[in-house]
């Protein structure tokens, strides 16, 4: 089972800011089949990237995914008030299919 | 539009039963693989369950295999995932998640129903 990291657990920037966080693979994710969601409270997740860096669709340019093998970026180039949320990343190269354990962004 | 609606959920006594169900609309049913995501109240999301299109093929996590069948009616729309031998560990909120070209990955998911199992 290929385990999922995600770093930091918390980060706290203010509207405007650039928002950049990691999801590294306990073994190289295959075909770089890694997707990233984003979640409300009361939401469910919505697909914001798959394959690493295709962007789903309605997701704007501002939200970019990058990365290969086993290390993985999700990139908020200038944060919004709809972007604070808690952020997962999947691995969908290999079963069974798994999750980062999150990273929550929080207004500063 | 694609909706996911999930029904089900409650309370029940550990070691009993549940089945969970969750109607599709605005799809193709049949062409899409389907999973079953679970997330613990204040925890991360946890891959349950998945069903190819045609219902022929299953996946189940470790965690779940033995106790958990998913299956679907593709007369009805609608995916099933039946649950059995509830543990304590099982209460969380249950999605069921449509997969983006039997990929692996979520591209529209329901509102989910929670599970809770206690004494």
């Known amino acids: 089972e290929i385990v999922l990291t995600q770093s930091p657990g918390t980060l706290s920037l203010s509207p405007g800011e650039r928002a950049t966080l990691s999801c590294r693979a306990s073994?190289?994710?295959?075909?770089?089949?890694l997707a990233w969601y984003q979640q409300k409270p009361g939401q469910a997740p919505r697909l914001l990237i798959y394959?690493?860096?295709s962007r789903a669709t309605g997701i704007p340019d501002r939200i970019s995914g990058s990365g290969s093998g086993a290390d993985f970026t999700l990139t908020i180039s200038r944060l919004e008030p709809e972007d604070f949320a808690v952020y997962y990343c999947?691995?969908?190269?290999?079963?069974?299919?798994?999750f980062g354990g999150g990273t929550k962004v929080e207004i500063k | 539009e694609v909706q996911l609606l999930e029904s089900g959920g409650g309370l029940v006594q550990p070691g009993g039963s549940l089945r969970l169900s969750c109607a599709a609309s605005?799809?193709?049913?049949?062409?899409?693989?389907v999973s079953w995501v679970c997330q613990a109240p204040g925890k991360g999301l946890e891959w349950v369950s998945a069903?190819?299109?045609?219902?022929?093929?299953?996946y189940y996590a470790d965690s779940v295999k033995g106790r958990f069948t998913i299956s679907r009616d593709n007369s009805k729309n609608t995916l099933y995932l039946q649950m059995n031998s509830l543990r304590a560990e099982d209460t969380a909120v249950y999605y069921c998640?449509?997969?983006?070209?039997?990929?692996?990955?979520?591209?529209?998911w329901g509102q989910g129903t929670l599970v809770t199992v206690s004494s």
């Open positions: 998640a449509r997969e983006l070209s039997a990929s692996g990955f979520f591209d529209n």
């Open positions: 605005g799809f193709t049913f049949s062409s899409y693989a």
């Open positions: 069903i190819s299109g045609d219902g022929r093929k299953t």
């Open positions: 073994q190289s994710v295959n075909r770089n089949y």
């Open positions: 394959g690493a860096s």
């Open positions: 999947q691995q969908y190269g290999s079963t069974p299919l798994t």
